[in-house]
């Protein structure tokens, strides 16, 4: 299936960790109950120092934001193994994250959830692209292009994981290729994710 997403950059650097994607106070919101998903989205990086990031992911009052990509160094998504971390980013409307490398357990849980794409760039990035920067990565080609400038990053290639994530997550994909029988519908927040760590918070 051919995948090219399309949108706005925001752009963080190193070590984002989960309290900063979304604070622990937060945790207690349930993905499964569409109207807790939805403010999950409204607090997605809101840890975030305000002296480093003027520029808020989620503008004040909403629930979604106006970026579709979220761009990032080393080691996003490290800390704590909490999976609201890349659904509070899916519920805000992003789709995918391309960083220099994530911590294995939200790479895990992104694609478990199915909310976002997790994408490793093969150079740093993060120094290039600017907030607002219009951008188009191609799952296909393993690209990410600045429309202005049209400048060219590879991508490494999702493998395994990227029909996971388009089915929808784990319980999804395993539902749609006969391994567990389907049974009514199913929301890709639903929690049901993989064996992980144990959380620490």
């Given at each position: 299936?051919?995948?090219?997403?399309?949108?706005?950059?925001?752009?963080?650097?190193?070590?984002?960790?989960?309290?900063?994607?979304?604070?622990a106070?937060?945790?207690?919101?349930?993905?499964t109950?569409?109207?807790?998903?939805?403010?999950?989205?409204?607090?997605?990086?809101?840890?975030?120092?305000?002296?480093?990031?003027?520029?808020?992911?989620?503008?004040?009052?909403?629930?979604?934001?106006?970026?579709?990509?979220?761009?990032?160094?080393?080691?996003?998504?490290?800390?704590?193994?909490?999976?609201?971390?890349?659904?509070?980013?899916?519920?805000?409307?992003?789709e995918?994250?391309?960083?220099?490398?994530?911590?294995?357990?939200?790479?895990?849980?992104?694609?478990?959830?199915?909310?976002?794409?997790?994408?490793?760039?093969?150079?740093?990035?993060?120094?290039?692209?600017?907030?607002?920067?219009?951008?188009?990565?191609?799952?296909?080609?393993?690209?990410?292009?600045?429309?202005?400038?049209?400048?060219?990053?590879?991508?490494?290639?999702?493998?395994?994981?990227?029909?996971?994530?388009?089915?929808?997550?784990?319980?999804?994909?395993?539902?749609?290729?006969?391994?567990?029988?389907?049974?009514?519908?199913?929301?890709?927040?639903?929690?049901?994710?993989?064996?992980?760590?144990?959380?620490?918070?």
């Amino acid at each position: 299936m051919s995948k090219v997403i399309h949108g706005k950059a925001y752009v963080v650097r190193d070590n984002i960790d989960t309290d900063q994607i979304i604070p622990a106070q937060y945790l207690t919101l349930v993905p499964t109950i569409p109207e807790e998903y939805e403010k999950l989205g409204g607090y997605a990086l809101c840890g975030l120092p305000k002296d480093q990031y003027p520029t808020r992911y989620i503008p004040e009052g909403q629930t979604k934001g106006p970026y579709t990509i979220v761009i990032a160094g080393r080691n996003f998504g490290c800390g704590s193994s909490r999976e609201h971390a890349p659904i509070a980013l899916g519920a805000a409307g992003c789709e995918a994250v391309v960083a220099e490398s994530f911590a294995r357990i939200f790479f895990r849980n992104s694609v478990a959830t199915g909310e976002l794409y997790p994408v490793e760039s093969t150079t740093r990035i993060c120094e290039t692209i600017r907030t607002g920067d219009e951008i188009e990565l191609d799952l296909d080609a393993n690209t990410l292009k600045i429309l202005k400038s049209s400048k060219v990053f590879a991508t490494k290639s999702l493998g395994d994981a990227r029909p996971v994530i388009d089915a929808g997550g784990l319980f999804d994909f395993a539902r749609q290729s006969g391994m567990i029988q389907a049974q009514g519908n199913h929301s890709k927040a639903t929690g049901e994710l993989a064996a992980k760590e144990p959380a620490d918070d």
